[in-house]
């Protein structure tokens, strides 16, 4: 049994469908909380159609607000996360697993299904999803072949890593600081790429991929990430199309060496993005060169 929250914020062209692939999941949630986050489009009327004929799909209202991809979008899933927590405590609805989905995502009809099945499998599984998709020039691309970490949307907790990780942070990339969270307490964290999920919008693009990976070079110096470890990251960036994305992300963590931002205080964090993650990455280098030696 799972719960599952979805923040949406003006999505009404793929609103719909996005839905719709929820309420035809072959394992549903016990719960599924909805938080418009002021649309100024047919989102609400979108969302009204759903809830009037489902009483398991509940929906809460945030005041209209400028959309932004820094410190808003972590307040609103953990205003999502503390109504649907609290919600089922008063009304006394069991639950194993909380889930979250950004409403620009549609999913195979057996996702939770498969992912569920997963974490039966794994007792120290504690965060999974499946595999992001996109749909380029008609054929599905998975977004990152690099990492093995579980995407921001189509994501599963169990109840109790959870918990144990502090829940959802109010930070700037509460997904990462949970993953690493759940990697230090000892969990198994875990994309499974051949269950898909096909986000309808690139990711970090809602307010254009230029100041969307600006922001994740931002991101990537207030998580305190060793430069080794921005070079990599614009390194790949650069492979990718558009080409130009590299470039963003660069000039993000550069303007915000300059500027001397505030880091992240949790010394956890940014210990573990200064020394351990970088020695993770060299392991990963390691086994894909012996791949390849042996290929």
Known sequence: MYILIMP?????????????SIINQTVKPVLWLIIDDGSTDNSPKIIKDFTSKYDWIKTT???PRPRDIIFHVSYVYNYGFDFILKYCGGNNIEYSFIASIDADTILETEYFEKILHEFETNEKLG???GGLY???DGQLT?????????????RIWSKKCFFDTGGFSLEPSADSISNVKATLRGWDIQRFNEIKMVEKRLTSSAQGLWNGYKYNGLMAYYLNKNPILVALNVFQFTLRK???IGMAFLLG???ACIKREER?????????FWNRRLLEYKKIAIVRLKSLVSG
Do not use: Q
């Not at 949406?8 to 719709?20: A, R, S």
């Open 8 to 20: 949406v914020k003006d999505e009404e062209k793929v609103l719909y469908n996005v839905m719709e």
């Open 242 to 244: 558009p080409y130009y």
């Open 264 to 272: 992240i205080k949790d010394k956890e964090i940014r210990d573990y």
């Open 142 to 154: 998975l977004s990152t072949k690099m990492e093995n970490f579980p995407s921001g949307t189509g």
């Open 127 to 129: 965060i999974a999803s």
């Open 134 to 136: 996109h749909e380029i």
């Open 61 to 63: 209202h945030l005041p």
């Open 253 to 255: 963590y550069i303007v």
